[in-house]
């Protein structure tokens, strides 16, 4: 009889005082330092049109789930997306006076400051965008540009004024990219606004378009404390969700990389209602790829959550279930037991090894990505379809411990692999196929 080992899904405490992170001494992964410089494993949420759209019963609700989820940062945005400037709050609030992001309307920026308290009473940090990028590169959406240089820089020493007491990492660029010489500048004066009140205290970091990554951009800039990415929601099996953490390693060295927008759960394949819905399974898959291949934590979206989705709203790209049942859906649970793995093991001293198998599949989604220690006291693997993997058995720590951590529920399932010759073969639970995902842990 298979006996699953349960990993603990318990709430952490409240907590009140402010938590600082900063970049590893080695620059491979944040810190806690207000624990004793505790690794911290970016496990955030996509919560965009959180402090436009959610009253604060709604958002004490959803950030409480989150928490109790296992997340610990909430990305959303202070000038929205969805008409943001034009389109009061719920509480029929207005950011800013004459579209002056200097002139701030003090009710809607003291909604922000009670969700940052809320916030920082659960212990969570908001990844808080100053901005949607149409707001200074408006390229698609509604706008309108409002950002110059000048006005940027003021905003930015503004927030970070106003907001640098609490668990808040910046998030700049939203979903844009700068395109010319104008849009670098914005993004820099912004950055230097906040600097100059924050100083070291809150990281900073940029969010781009999908199929990008900030150290395109701003790989040398000083500002930038990690680096994202954002595989996005084109196709199944993106294999920039594996392929970017190598490609920011190589373009901006010494820096931490997180996945700052994978597909969605409950989203349009390539936004085509047509194509099908990415569930919980491409979720997982995004999340595994890119944490074994060398993020520093992850990011989880619910289609119909970023937008706070519900019966009489425009849904965007085809969003189709209201958003207080979507924070029941199965991804995000399985984002907590991600987390708790990582944080149960040196995580950050793992490094992706390509050639660690002997055999196992590597193309059509079925993609084995490999991390191991350099001392090879651990090795995690990540098989999307629970395929057959085979190990020559010199490759192979002495007195191992071996066993299939299932990404869906947590559990663990001790076992000895089956020795073949030269070669040690694992073979997953259950049959081969698209979601039977497990995780390989040799200890």
Same mark, same amino acid.
């Given at each position: ?12 405490? !409240? ?5 600082? @992170? ?6 491979? *992964? ?11 494993? %970016? ?82 940090? =908001?990844?808080? =965008? ?63 606004? !906040? ?16 199929? %990008? ?13 990690? *680096? ?35 597909? %969605? ?82 995580? %950050?001293?793992?490094? #992706? ?37 085979? #190990?020559?058995?010199?490759? !192979? ?42 995780? @390989?842990?040799?200890?």
């Amino acid at each position: 009889m298979i006996r699953l080992l349960l990993l603990c899904t318990c709430a952490p405490a !409240l907590l009140t005082a402010q938590l600082r @992170l900063a970049i590893s001494a080695d620059g491979s *992964h944040i810190v806690n330092i207000t624990q004793n410089t505790t690794p911290f494993f %970016y496990l955030g949420d996509t919560a965009w049109e959180l402090l436009h759209r959610a009253d604060e019963a709604e958002t004490r609700m959803y950030l409480q789930d989150r928490q109790a989820k296992g997340f610990n940062v909430i990305q959303t945005v202070i000038l929205a997306e969805l008409e943001g400037l034009t389109t009061p709050n719920a509480n029929g609030d207005l950011p800013l006076d004459n579209l002056d992001p200097t002139n701030w309307n003090e009710p809607y920026f003291a909604h922000v400051d009670r969700v940052a308290d809320l916030a920082d009473s659960l212990g969570i940090f =908001l990844g808080l =965008l100053p901005t949607w990028g149409d707001k200074f590169n408006k390229k698609w959406g509604v706008g309108p540009e409002v950002f110059t240089p000048e006005n940027a820089e003021v905003y930015g020493r503004m927030l970070g004024e106003r907001y640098q007491e609490h668990n808040v990492i910046w998030i700049l660029g939203g979903d844009r990219n700068p395109e010319n010489e104008e849009d670098f500048a914005i993004v820099r004066a912004m950055a230097k606004g !906040l600097r100059a009140a924050i100083g070291d205290t809150q990281l900073v970091t940029y969010h781009p378009q999908g199929g %990008y990554r900030s150290s395109q951009f701003f790989a040398d800039d000083e500002w930038i404390d990690f *680096h994202m990415f954002q595989s996005g929601h084109g196709s199944l099996n993106d294999k920039q969700n594996y392929d970017f953490p190598r490609d920011v390693n190589r373009e901006a060295p010494g820096k931490p990389v997180v996945n700052g927008e994978p597909a %969605y759960e409950d989203h349009p394949i390539n936004w085509r209602p047509v194509n099908g819905w990415f569930d919980d399974f491409d979720a997982r898959q995004a999340a595994w790829w890119s944490v074994l291949s060398g993020t520093d934590g992850h990011t989880f979206g619910n289609h119909n959550i970023w937008q706070m989705w519900q019966p009489g709203r425009e849904p965007i790209s085809s969003a189709r279930t209201p958003w207080k049942e979507a924070v029941h859906y199965p991804g995000a649970a399985q984002m907590g037991h991600l987390r708790r793995l990582m944080e149960s093991l040196p995580y %950050y001293d793992l490094e #992706v090894d390509w050639d660690f198998l002997t055999a196992g599949p590597n193309s059509s989604g079925r993609e084995t990505v490999v991390a191991r220690t350099p001392n090879d006291s651990l090795v995690l693997a990540y098989t999307p379809y629970g395929d057959e993997l085979i #190990v020559q058995t010199e490759k !192979l720590p002495e007195g191992a411990d071996y066993r299939w951590f299932d990404p869906r529920t947590g559990g663990e399932i001790p076992f000895k692999p089956e020795e073949r010759g030269e070669t040690m073969v694992f073979d997953p639970p259950f049959a081969a196929e698209r979601g039977n995902d497990w995780v @390989l842990v040799i200890q």
